[in-house]
């Protein structure tokens, strides 16, 4: 049996995200999968692909238009293999010490195209961020590194696991 190869896509405003996604394929890697790691933006077609996992930074509770717009341009094939989808953002320990469940819209998508899992990960917000609101909450006081590297590898090693076998059941 050939490995898999998943297609780890990303929509990352300032970068958080897309580290994310790179320690999603570091995992994926090291169980055997084959991976590309790539911006949702720049991803046109999911040919050879036999997994995806999709994630975005949250903003106001919403994923980036490039994460939507992937996920609706790319429908129907994602409809056909097996999709966990991933939100990064909450600026506190929340993600860490317990499930949070899918914001509504992630939620529509996730119903969409039927996929597998959805887990929310800790954000990053650093001094240096763009956009006005991630400089308003800088300057609060309530910026910080929350995502946790062990949370998402294991997660990532989960999906190593069920992403060579039959597609796991749906959410």
């Not at 999968?33 to 919403?62: F, K, N, Q």
């Not at 129907?76 to 819209?105: C, H, N, Y």
């Amino acid at each position: 049996m050939t490995a898999p190869v998943v297609l780890v896509a990303y929509a990352s405003r300032n970068g958080g995200t897309a580290e994310i996604a790179r320690w999603i394929g570091d995992a994926l890697e090291q169980e055997g999968a084959g991976v590309d790691v790539l911006p949702a933006a720049g991803v046109r077609d999911l040919h050879g692909y036999t997994a995806v996992v999709l994630g975005s930074g949250l903003y106001a509770g919403h994923w980036l238009r490039e994460a939507v717009r992937f996920a609706r341009r790319h429908r129907k094939a994602l409809g056909s293999i097996p999709v966990w989808l991933f939100s990064s953002g909450p600026l506190d320990a929340s993600a860490a010490e317990r499930e949070l469940p899918p914001q509504p819209g992630v939620r529509r998508i996730a119903d969409g195209i039927d996929a597998v899992e959805h887990e929310t990960f800790g954000g990053r917000l650093e001094p240096g961020a763009r956009g006005l609101v991630a400089r308003m909450i800088l300057s609060q006081g309530k910026g910080g590194d929350f995502r946790d590297r062990d949370q998402v590898t294991a997660w990532a090693r989960r999906i190593a696991a069920t992403a060579a076998v039959v597609r796991p059941q749906r959410i």
